[in-house]
């Protein structure tokens, strides 16, 4: 930083102070990478020490009384769930996208896209619910499993679940990168003969195969850090899953499933093993920056394989496959429609379950031991949006102004740009634990909304400078050159002139953090705790609607206010899906006029 | 129109966003009471709570739950007002014992099972070598390590030589991998779907869910006969399979006037009732 002070010399006024400031505010997911890093690997020492590296990694006794703790099943039961559900939710999600790019008719494309979005949106503890409650006990009958010693939990019932919630954020990356690739492509494949299904499976879908593959690995990123919807349904064993219906445990369930009663060193191992998933989700990240490399859907690829072939050797085995690509088509079909049923039917599902228990004394009333209610939800809900909003507003927003309106392409901002991405793929879990250890425990906030708050301000910070800074870019140089030339200095011209425009980018990204707070459970149990009672400032503990359906599913016995709950919670989500869309059509018709 | 819309989605965000500043300005003036710990103490405390708070309003009680051990450690390190263990807790690292009331653990099962008494030996064969119950009961659901209504099944359930699960074997049931849930709720729901698991729960949550569960009969090592689960056969000792529900309290530290307050009323006769209502044994008049 010197450097740059030095080359604008005598700057030692509002605007040097200004861009200090911003580029700070920039250079802060670095530290807060870095932050969560150390005190997660600090929590652990105890552990690798007392057991041993290498013992804890390699063994498979977990004896809390004992004080024997190796994660090896933990890590076989996680990379096995991941990578089934990746398999599975992948190959779903690549049809999907080229179903959506290219075979959905017109007047359907956007409903569609809707459907995507919402069950992208649908909390993770629905998903938890839903398949604790339907998927669960209807394999327990249907395969009749009582007698043959399962319990309907365990690979099978969690990899269906995972693999339906990775399927939107698969779809989405494939979907762009297919929409990426050069029209030409396609009327030149057209041009040689191919009918379209030859032309979309032949060559269209191998031209995006970088940023399918980017998608795979945001997908693996998502599944092994998948915490709420999958530890209802995983069985809590301390076992290998070495059958479909084994009882096991993964790096993230055995967290919530010990953390409340851990003690001293066995809350180590749990940290422990949220650094295992640490570790696999920043080596996955170093793998997306790779795929990233080759940027524009690997066209280079595409010309080289045609150099190779025989181009009337290719041409013939275009024509004779053309019964598999037609089938291929067919088979997108079938499964857009069928995700269309699976997304009705869960929200059916949690709505007429939910809705007959869903009366105003359940919502509004007081909350006491008699009987809980969600009231003090939604003043918890409220308070912690409004924390966290107010954190990472002004820190998103500087960081995006830095990267827009500064900074040149150098290594800074290079750094700060993969870090920023790395804070994006960071679990949730694990923001949960560094809440806990840094905010709760070293800051001494306690179980409490501000703990609750700040962590969900790390966890929204990477959308609010992503969509911030994506509208800034979109404001026109022109606009800023006018503001220059009619004399107004830089601070100025950001202020009045380029963030007015960018509103449209800021108003997405408060209502998609908001979304993602409502819908965000595991980070809040460890910070914000969890009462029945109106919080009382912003020290009290609170729960939020997520973590109320979370309270009310572990208790067992409330199942029909955690249904009634979910189905308060669907309609919030439904409704903050539809802000967003009618935010971006605005805006839209806007720029338009 | 679009400037229209655009004026009320942002007031809708500055109103969410002004309501969340201003809930933190809630009423204050109440007192709090913390209780954490076992979870099959949970129905049962919050009942209690429920009716002290409709005579104090000023009052609020928070039941956490945790474990038992959770309840001994919060009380140790100062977290809570009192513990709650469904164990008897010794004098000792700060903490002692003063029992509630006395509780069952239950075999539960689903009602549809066909299963309806069991002997010691079988239960131990099922939990540690997976031999399934008279060819019906063919899975266990067990709790996690700081229950207490596991470490009272354990050191009840013996092996051949008459050593408990407990003392001999760590407290842990080998390498048989049976479903591990954290609250006695969780149990109760895996059960209600399932016809050949059986799970160990408080007897007081049994019975306040016995349109589902039943209670199998239990024959206890070394005993005779098969030993129905109620609150009579747990009082008079008959039916083995019991332990107390205990309140854990600091030795260093005096209850706050709040929390003796409560704590006064649990103990009192006129608590005795709703202790009985929620199927817990009471023994008013022999502790204390």
């Not at chain 1, 309907?152 to 990168?177: C, F």
């Not at chain 1, 879908?205 to 693996?220: D, F, Q, T, W």
Request: proline share 3%.
């Amino acid at each position: 930083m010197d450097k740059t002070n030095n080359r604008a010399k005598p700057q030692i006024n509002g605007e040097g102070v200004a861009k200090a400031v911003f580029s700070a505010l920039a250079a802060f997911s670095v530290i807060v990478v870095f932050g969560i890093i150390f005190f997660i690997l600090y929590a652990s020492v105890p552990v690798f020490q007392k057991v041993g590296f290498f013992k804890f990694i390699f063994s498979d006794v977990w004896n809390t009384d004992a004080e024997n703790f190796g994660v090896l099943p933990l890590i076989v039961g996680s990379l096995c769930l991941t990578s089934l559900s990746v398999l599975i939710g992948g190959v779903i999600a690549l049809f999907i996208a080229v179903w959506m790019v290219y075979y959905c008719p017109k007047w359907l494309k956007k409903p569609y896209e809707q459907l995507i979005n919402l069950l992208a949106g649908i909390p993770s503890i629905i998903y938890g619910l839903f398949g604790y409650a339907f998927i669960v006990p209807a394999f327990t009958n249907a395969f009749n499993l009582a007698d043959k010693g399962f319990m309907g939990t365990g690979l099978l019932s969690s990899t269906i679940i995972l693999s339906i919630m990775i399927v939107p954020t698969i779809a989405s990356v494939a979907k762009n990168s297919l929409k990426n690739v050069p029209s030409n492509y396609y009327e030149g494949a057209l041009a040689l003969g191919c009918t379209k299904n030859q032309a979309v499976w032949r060559v269209l879908v191998p031209s995006a195969k970088n940023g399918i593959l980017a998608g795979m690995i945001l997908g693996v990123g998502r599944a092994v850090g998948e915490t709420m919807a999958v530890q209802m349904l995983v069985g809590g064993a301390n076992a290998y899953p070495s059958g479909l219906f084994v009882p096991f445990s993964t790096l993230t369930t055995v967290i919530v499933r010990d953390m409340g009663y851990a003690g001293e060193l066995h809350t180590s191992a749990l940290m422990g093993s949220g650094f295992i998933l640490l570790v696999f989700v920043l080596i996955l990240n170093l793998l997306l920056l790779l795929t990233r490399r080759g940027k524009i859907a690997g066209n280079h690829f595409f010309t080289r394989r045609i150099n190779e072939n025989n181009v009337i050797e290719g041409m013939r085995s275009y024509r004779r496959a053309g019964s598999a690509q037609d089938v291929l088509w067919i088979i997108s079909w079938i499964i857009a429609v069928i995700m269309a049923f699976i997304l009705a039917f869960i929200v059916l599902f949690v709505l007429i379950n939910g809705l007959p228990h869903l009366n105003s004394e359940f919502i509004f009333g007081e909350s006491t031991n008699r009987h809980s209610s969600l009231s003090p939800a939604f003043a918890s809900t409220a308070m912690l949006i409004f924390l966290a909003l107010a954190i990472a507003l002004p820190l998103g927003i500087g960081a995006a102004i830095y990267l827009n309106e500064y900074a040149k392409n150098g290594p800074f901002v290079k750094t700060v740009r993969i870090f920023i991405d790395t804070l994006a793929g960071i679990p949730s879990i694990i923001f949960g634990l560094f809440g806990l250890l840094f905010f709760v425990k070293a800051c001494n906030f306690g179980y409490s909304i501000i703990a609750g708050g700040i962590t969900l301000a790390l966890i929204i910070l990477p959308t609010v400078i992503r969509s911030t800074e994506q509208s800034l870019s979109e404001v026109p140089d022109s606009m800023r050159e006018a503001s220059y030339a009619l004399g107004a200095g830089k601070l100025r011209t950001i202020f009045k002139v380029v963030l007015p425009q960018a509103l449209s980018g800021i108003i997405t990204s408060i209502i998609l953090s908001i979304g993602r707070i409502v819908s965000e459970s595991a980070a809040l149990i460890y910070t914000a705790g969890s009462s029945i009672y109106m919080p009382t400032g912003f020290k009290s503990k609170g729960s939020t609607f997520a973590v109320m359906i979370y309270r009310f599913m572990a208790e067992g016995t409330h199942t029909d206010e955690a249904y009634a709950t979910a189905a308060l919670l669907m309609f919030i989500v439904v409704f903050i899906n539809a802000m967003v869309t009618l935010i971006e059509w605005l805006f839209k018709r806007r720029k338009k006029v | 129109m679009k400037r229209r819309i655009l004026t009320f989605v942002i007031c809708l965000a500055i109103g969410i966003v002004s309501m969340g500043a201003f809930a933190g300005c809630a009423k204050d003036e109440v007192t709090v009471i913390t209780l954490s710990g076992s979870t099959s103490m949970t129905d049962l405390m919050e009942a209690l709570a429920a009716e002290y708070e409709d005579a104090h309003p000023e009052v609020r009680i928070e039941v956490n739950q945790g474990g038992s051990s959770v309840g001994i450690s919060d009380t140790k390190a100062g977290l809570n007002d009192f513990g709650l263990a469904s164990k008897a807790v010794p004098e000792a690292d700060g903490v002692k014992g003063v029992q509630l009331c006395l509780d069952g653990i239950a075999l539960a099962v689903n009602k549809n099972c066909a299963v309806n008494e069991v002997t010691n030996d079988e239960v131990f064969d099922l939990y540690m070598n997976r031999t399934p119950i008279q060819n019906t009961i063919t899975t266990a659901i067990i709790r996690e390590g700081s229950s207490g209504t596991r470490e009272g099944f354990n050191e009840k359930i013996k092996d051949a030589d008459g050593k408990d699960i407990k003392s001999e074997y760590s407290n842990s049931y080998g390498t048989a991998g049976w479903n591990e849930q954290s609250s006695t709720g969780s149990v109760i729901a895996l059960l209600q779907s399932n016809t050949a698991a059986v799970g160990y729960i408080s007897l007081g949550s049994l019975l306040a869910n016995t349109s589902t569960l039943k209670a199998l009969k239990f024959k206890a090592y070394g005993a005779d006969e098969y030993v129905e689960a109620t609150t009579q056969n747990v009082l008079n000792g008959s039916y083995q399979l019991q332990r107390p529900f205990t309140i854990v309290l600091s030795t260093t530290h005096e209850l706050s006037p709040a929390a003796q307050g409560f704590y006064d009323y649990i103990m009192s006769e006129e608590a005795q009732a709703i202790i009985t209502k929620e199927g817990c044994v009471s023994t008013y008049g022999q502790n204390k």
